[in-house]
Each structure stands twice: as C-alpha cells, then as structure tokens.
Nanobody, 123 residues
Framework: QVQLVESGGGLVQAGGSLSLSCAASGRTFSSYAMGWFRQAPGKEREFVAAINWSGNGRNYGDSVKGRFTISRDNAKNTVYLQMNSLKPEDTAVYYC????????????????WGRGTQVTVSS
C-alpha cells in the first residue's frame, strides 16, 4: 500500500496558476490509478481528475475541463495537477488518492488518501 503526501497548495489570484504534487511512497506506485479530489467548506467532496497507471488515460470533472491537467511520473512516484485559469470557486482542500483497481470518479474506488493541501483563489 502506498502513502501519499500532497504539496504545492497556496493562495493565488483569480486567473492565476498553481501546480500541485502528490508524492507516493512504496514500490508499487506505478500499478495504481491516481486521482485528485477537492472539498470546499460546507460542500461534498468533488472529483477533479484521474489518471490510469500508465498515464495514457485521463478523466476530468466538468468544472475543471480545459483548465486543469493531471499527469504522473512513475520514476519519481509522483502525480501532478496543473491548475490554470483559477477561479474563486476552485478554493478547496485538494486531496490525492490512489486506486488499486481502475480509475474512477467515485471516491469509493480509491483505497488510500493523502491529508490534503489547501488552495485558495482570491477574486
């Protein structure tokens, strides 16, 4: 089982960009599908993006399509989330998650979660 640590969150103005990283421990990282989710105060957890084990398959939530890009580097045991054209409604805690089965949009498919990193977008 992998352990996940997110980094890269912070405060950014609307229209700006931010890049999140999720570092995984363990030798089996390349066998996991990876996902990013977010949760804003008072709201339910929302699917952001997912990528399969090889990096050839990606999926995005409707609210971030065309603005966010998920990628991974299996040699570095890291998955990334590049966020462009940020909006105040993107403000949330962003979580990285690993799925031992195929990637999906439901958090229930993911076995391991990081502790999250705060992203705040000011207007």
């Amino acid at each position: 089982q992998v352990q996940l640590v997110e980094s890269g969150g912070g405060l950014v103005q609307a229209g700006g960009s931010l890049s999140l990283s999720c570092a995984a421990s363990g030798r089996t990282f390349s066998s996991y599908a990876m996902g990013w989710f977010r949760q804003a105060p008072g709201k339910e957890r929302e699917f952001v993006a997912a990528i399969n084990w090889s990096g050839n398959g990606r999926n995005y939530g409707d609210s971030v399509k065309g603005r966010f890009t998920i990628s991974r580097d299996n040699a570095k045991n890291t998955v990334y989330l590049q966020m462009n054209s940020l909006k105040p409604e993107d403000t949330a805690v962003y979580y990285c998650a690993a799925a031992s089965q195929s990637m999906g949009v439901s958090g229930a498919r993911y076995d391991t979660w990081g502790r999250g990193t705060q992203v705040t977008v000011s207007s």
